[in-house]
């Protein structure tokens, strides 16, 4: 079965400073991998995806992911946080086939200290 | 173009009674996929619709039911709610491998 876990529940970061959060996966083959974002009551925003190709992914807002199959990861970074990065990050799995319904992890939450 | 769209935003249940929220696909996007997300987790598949019919469905009782139209727009069903199923329902469309969500519909039950 497909899981998803984010190992760090809450992550605090000064504004500038770098950011990593961290995805591992659980899959038979290689999924498609995403990461949302979710500001408070709000819906998901797709940040980037990887289908294949080039591991290292650029998306939106700056932000970067790299798929690492010997590693089962698919972490999310950025150079340089900004306060309006505040927010829960999901990253999720989804299967080649057709019917793609996704697999969430449990999400991160990133505070951002002025 | 429109987005996903959702409706009602807010929505306060009694437990026992039935509810039905209602989602508008991204234009062109044909599957619609279900998802409830409890307070401070992450979404968890209910089910998903293709050509009106359920193509997939999560592990959820059979009080949750859904529906698509031939416009692929979609409602959720859940019939005798419990506490428990106060959550944030989302609704994604997608067209191929890619799902777009809508804001969701906070429903509480008290």
């Known amino acids: 079965a497909q899981s998803v876990t984010q190992p760090d529940i809450h992550i605090t970061v000064s504004e500038g400073a770098s950011l990593e959060l961290r995805c591992n996966y659980s899959?038979?083959?290689?999924?498609?991998l995403f990461w949302y974002v979710q500001s408070p009551g709000q819906g998901l925003q797709l940040l980037l995806k990887y289908f294949s190709g080039d591991t290292l992914v650029q998306g939106i807002k700056g932000f970067e992911a790299e798929f690492k199959r010997s590693q089962s990861s698919f972490n999310l970074r950025k150079p340089s946080v900004h306060w309006s990065d505040a927010a829960e990050y999901f990253c999720a799995v989804g299967a080649r086939n057709y019917g793609q319904n996704f697999v969430f992890g449990p999400g991160t939450r990133l505070s951002v200290l002025p | 173009d429109a987005g996903v769209t959702q409706s009602p935003t807010h929505l306060i249940k009694t437990r026992g009674q039935q509810v039905t929220l209602r989602c508008s696909p991204k234009s062109g996007h044909d599957t619609v996929s279900w998802y409830q997300q409890a307070l401070g987790q992450g979404p968890q598949f209910i089910f998903q619709y293709y050509e009106e019919e359920e193509r997939q469905r999560g592990n959820f009782p059979d009080r949750f039911s859904g529906h698509q139209f031939p416009n692929y727009s979609s409602e959720l069903n859940v019939n005798a709610l419990w506490l428990g199923d106060s959550a944030l329902y989302l609704c994604a469309s997608s067209l191929n491998s890619e799902q777009y969500f809508g804001p969701g519909t906070r429903l509480t039950v008290t």
């Open positions: 899959y038979g083959a290689t999924p498609y």
